[in-house]
């Protein structure tokens, strides 16, 4: 990042290429629509280009703070564009039609991904719900609390014992 | 918000974007004045940050388009990050800025400590922030002129920033101020906020982004597009 913050446009490239599919897989999760998802990609790459400096490594690293802001721009866009008016209209995605197949990913990032997964399993089916909810539908603590029909605290709750079940279950394969 | 296991539970929403902006600039205002003191969940945020960042590797990748990818490859060869450039031209500029609104943060402070210590450590704290903010050279500040006087503001790139006032009236019975960064012509919600005896030292977080202005407004409570002209205003520089 510090490359970048000097005004380096190759390690710009190499940042973008690194994570620019990774932030497209998220932001499209989150929206449901190809054209915002890669629009908000965009602004969260052109945004990172002019605010570099802004990076600060002793809250975490570059991936987490990037994947981070898509994410937050994402929730922002679904939830100006109303997610169920979007959601009903969206239309057939264009391309690709599998779209893991002209990703290429480095080897760490791949293993990183699996570990995610693997460790999505160790949290119990209501924790997996009210995070689904929250973190990929975009919904508030509130929303969430109203679809599921149970207390704002119990959101509450499950949100926070499912990161930190998730936590754990990361602590053994830390990469 | 003082009980521990709530603080944790608002760091989980914090960092999964499960709030409203409103409870968003609450629960930022809450972490401002316990983290500090907090070691534990200090640390439990940056996990959780981290945690939260990881979590979008969860979706598939999705190839983006060469039109899009050319797109910002464009934008970035046309332009230099804003650290470098403000790296070589800017100091002189924002000197005077920086220096006007750190006075104005230290005035405040001055009030908070030597006439309310005893009810206000947390107020203190928050305008010690306050004066970290507004000297940090990635911050952009404005000074926002209004009819009763003005207001000062700065931000860091991050979204991160402080609003300091004194004198300020009240806003009219059963309304509140609300203050909006502006992106050219779109206003951005940050939050609502009354006066304390004329004292304002509000601290923020928006999102990150380029503002190029700020505002207030005079509202019956949070909204997310002004509903009135603004009462005060003015443009950032850096």
Redesign the interface.
């Given at each position: 990042m510090g490359r970048i913050a000097e005004g380096s446009s190759d390690a710009f490239r190499d940042l973008y290429s690194r994570y620019a599919s990774t932030a497209a897989g998220l932001a499209h999760r989150v929206i449901g629509d190809p054209v915002l998802a890669e629009e908000v990609v965009q602004d969260v790459f052109m945004s990172v280009w002019r605010s570099a400096s802004a990076y600060d490594a002793a809250r975490g690293s570059v991936r987490s703070w990037l994947l981070t802001q898509v994410h937050h721009r994402a929730v922002d866009v679904i939830r100006r564009e109303d997610a169920e008016r979007r959601r009903s209209l969206r239309q057939p995605e264009p391309v690709p039609s599998d779209p893991t197949d002209e990703v290429v990913e480095d080897e760490w990032l791949r293993a990183r991904r699996a570990d995610m997964r693997l460790a999505l399993r160790t949290i119990s089916d209501d924790q997996r719900q009210v995070l689904q909810l929250a973190y990929f539908d975009g919904l508030t603590q509130t929303q969430v609390s109203e679809r599921l029909g149970i207390p704002l605290g119990t959101v509450k709750s499950r949100t926070l014992a499912a990161m930190l079940k998730l936590r754990e279950a990361l602590s053994g394969a830390e990469r | 918000m003082n009980d521990h296991?709530e603080i944790?539970?608002?760091?989980?929403?914090y960092?999964?974007?499960?709030?409203?902006p409103q409870?968003r600039a609450n629960t930022e205002h809450e972490l401002l004045e316990h983290l500090p003191g907090c070691p534990s969940c200090t640390a439990l945020l940056?996990?959780?940050?981290?945690?939260?960042?990881?979590?979008?590797?969860?979706?598939?990748?999705?190839?983006?388009?060469e039109t899009?990818?050319a797109?910002?490859?464009t934008?970035?060869?046309g332009?230099?990050?804003?650290?470098?450039v403000r790296a070589r031209t800017a100091w002189p500029r924002a000197a005077a800025g920086v220096v006007a609104i750190v006075i104005a943060a230290s005035a405040v402070l001055n009030v908070i400590v030597v006439s309310r210590s005893h009810q206000d450590e947390a107020r203190a704290r928050a305008a010690l922030q306050a004066i970290a903010l507004v000297s940090d050279p990635?911050a952009q500040h404005a000074v926002l002129q209004g009819p009763s006087g003005s207001l000062a503001m700065s931000v860091?790139?991050?979204g991160k920033g402080v609003l300091i006032a004194q004198g300020l009236a009240s806003a009219p019975s059963g309304s509140v101020y609300e203050l909006w960064l502006a992106q050219d012509s779109r206003y951005v919600p940050v939050r609502v906020f009354s006066p304390d005896n004329g004292d304002v030292v509000l601290p923020f977080t928006a999102?990150?982004?380029?503002y190029t202005g700020a505002a207030i407004t005079i509202e019956k409570g949070y909204v997310t597009q002004p509903t009135r002209a603004p009462s005060y205003s003015g443009s950032l520089t850096a």
């Open positions: - | 296991v944790q539970e608002a760091i989980a929403a960092v999964t974007h499960s709030l409203d409870e940056r996990d959780l940050r981290e945690l939260a960042g990881d979590l979008a590797l969860i979706p598939d990748a999705r190839r983006v388009s899009g990818e797109r910002v490859m934008a970035v060869t332009t230099r990050p804003e650290s470098a990635r860091l790139p991050t999102v990150a982004g380029q």
